[in-house]
T-cell receptor, first 113, second 116 residues
Framework: AAGVIQSPRHLIKEKRETATLKCYPI?????VYWYQQGPGQDPQFLIS???????DKGSIPDRFSAQQFSDYHSELNMSSLELGDSALYFC????????????FGSGTQLSVL | QKEVEQNSGPLSVPEGAIASLNCTYS??????FFWYRQYSGKSPELIMS????GDKEDGRFTAQLNKASQYVSLLIRDSQPSDSATYLC????????????????FGQGTILTVHP
């Protein structure tokens, strides 16, 4: 069965650089979520999109932005990277509507040096 | 106080035993609850979802929800070494329009070790 695809798997950046993370949801899933997970921490909700519109916003820094495209894939853009942005970034998708079961991608490990 | 709290771990049980994982939540607006399993460095994997008071069984897993007590639990019967992982409890809800809220709030996780 198709799963949530994230790219890249690993990303190394330097401070003040920018990064773009991509997410391809499970086919027919119209809702995408982004989570950030620091070492030993639980996943923290960043932002979500339903039918290409932002549906909810969590603890996402102003330096980050995201969008969902017409093919439902989503991109998380991160600018002016800081050391504290180093984390595992997960994308998840769901069928939306009343179905809140989230299926997670393998994540992107971002390291900011 | 976190919105979703899990009992402090780590939890260690012998193979074949029952592992009991507990979770409490503070937001009475939460309507749905989930248990995810996460292996180190891997993504969370959905194990169980529960929306109504009572028990829900799926194979070796049983989720229990008590909305009055704001309490969710997960029982793993006949624990296997492959069950060793971090278990995340998550709560969600619905927005006023009735469509999916989708923003899950996770607990801090309980590390489970099943030893042979």
């Amino acid at each position: 069965a198709a799963g949530v695809i994230q790219s890249p798997r690993h990303l190394i950046k330097e401070k003040r650089e920018t990064a773009t993370l991509k997410c391809y949801p499970i086919p027919r899933h119209d809702t995408v979520y982004w989570y950030q997970q620091g070492p030993g921490q639980d996943p923290q909700f960043l932002i979500s999109f339903y039918e290409k519109m932002q549906s909810d916003k969590g603890s996402i820094p102003d330096r980050f932005s995201a969008q969902q495209f017409s093919d439902y894939h989503s991109e998380l853009n991160m600018s002016s990277l800081e050391l504290g942005d180093s984390a595992l970034y997960f994308c998840a998708s769901s069928l939306g509507g009343l179905d809140e079961k989230l299926f997670f991608g393998s994540g992107t490990q971002l390291s900011v040096l | 106080q976190k919105e979703v709290e899990q009992n402090s771990g780590p939890l260690s049980v012998p193979e074949g035993a029952i592992a009991s994982l507990n979770c409490t939540y503070s937001d009475r607006g939460s309507q749905s609850f989930f248990w995810y399993r996460q292996y180190s460095g891997k993504s969370p994997e959905l194990i169980m979802s529960i929306y109504s008071n009572g028990d829900k069984e799926d194979g070796r897993f049983t989720a229990q929800l008590n909305k009055a007590s704001q309490y969710v639990s997960l029982l793993i019967r006949d624990s296997q070494p492959s069950d060793s992982a971090t278990y995340l409890c998550a709560g969600g809800g619905y927005n006023a329009g009735g469509t999916s809220y989708g923003k899950l709030t996770f607990g801090q996780g309980t590390i489970l070790t099943v030893h042979p």
